[in-house]
């Protein structure tokens, strides 16, 4: 059964840095592409960043420049390095596996728990 476990949340104070893990189990990772979501308290989940199975990469304009998402294919795992935090960038940080259909990403149904980043001022 996939299941994927995100980890490395934690309080952060601004312009601070955090690197977020995401180990996958039960599918193999190398085929697929991959994404990072944040959901801020109250407000919808958004894409933050993905990386196709090429390992090219595409960020949210927020994000751009100072994050940096990874994968791991030996490990299974996808990774978020976060750089210069900003207060706004407080949520829950979930990772995905997916696939590109065009320039769209989509994501399967199943997702991890998450991880809380709180990023204070």
């Known amino acids: 059964q996939e299941r994927l476990v995100e980890s490395g949340g934690g309080l952060v104070q601004a312009g601070e840095s955090l690197r977020l893990s995401c180990e996958v189990s039960?599918?193999?990772?190398?085929?697929?592409?991959a994404g990072w979501y944040r959901q801020p308290p109250g407000n919808q989940r958004e894409l933050v960043a993905t990386?196709?199975?090429?390992?090219?990469?595409n960020y949210g304009d927020s994000a751009k420049g100072r994050f940096t998402i990874s994968r791991d294919n030996a490990k299974n795992s996808v990774y978020l390095q976060m750089n210069r935090l900003k207060p706004e960038e407080t949520g829950d940080y979930y990772c995905?596996?997916?696939?590109?259909?065009?320039?769209?990403?989509?994501?399967?149904?199943?997702w991890g728990q998450g991880t809380q980043v709180t990023v204070s001022s």
């Open positions: 039960g599918r193999i990772v190398a085929p697929l592409a």
């Open positions: 995905t596996v997916g696939d590109f259909i065009g320039v769209t990403y989509y994501p399967d149904a199943r």
């Open positions: 990386i196709n199975r090429d390992g090219s990469t």
